[in-house]
């Protein structure tokens, strides 16, 4: 494995369509952008925190709960993006691409409900 690439696996023991175990490997830059993202979520939603508990008006405080929404929904594309291009491509060429499908379906399922 290259040192640009990161290897981690992804465990679904309760999952619907049953167990599924397999190792991801991603870019570095892939996994810096996302992670850095995720860092800069959790310090709005810290903000937002402060907000309520100094009592800043509601208003200003949904306006930042939007923003954090938005983010969370960009950093879900990136994440559905790395996993169209790097995930579903290798499980085809593994020949296991009907199991991802159904997996990706189900994880979407809960992601848009």
């Given at each position: 494995m290259s040192?640009?690439?990161n290897q981690h696996e992804h465990r679904q023991d309760n999952h619907p369509v049953g167990h599924h175990h397999h190792p991801h490997v991603h870019s570095e830059a892939s996994l810096r952008k996302?992670?850095?993202?995720?860092s800069r979520i959790e310090g709005h939603i810290r903000g937002i925190k402060t907000m309520v508990q100094e009592s800043r008006p509601c208003p200003e405080?949904?306006?930042q709960i939007a923003a954090v929404k938005g983010a969370v929904d960009r950093v879900a594309r990136l994440i559905l993006d790395e996993h169209l291009s790097e995930c579903i491509t290798r499980a085809a060429q593994e020949?296991?691409?009907?199991t991802e499908i159904e997996e990706l379906k189900?994880?979407?399922?809960?992601?848009?409900?």
């Open positions: 040192s640009n690439h996302i992670v850095n993202r995720l405080v949904l306006v020949g296991n691409i009907e189900a994880a979407l399922d809960r992601f848009i409900l």
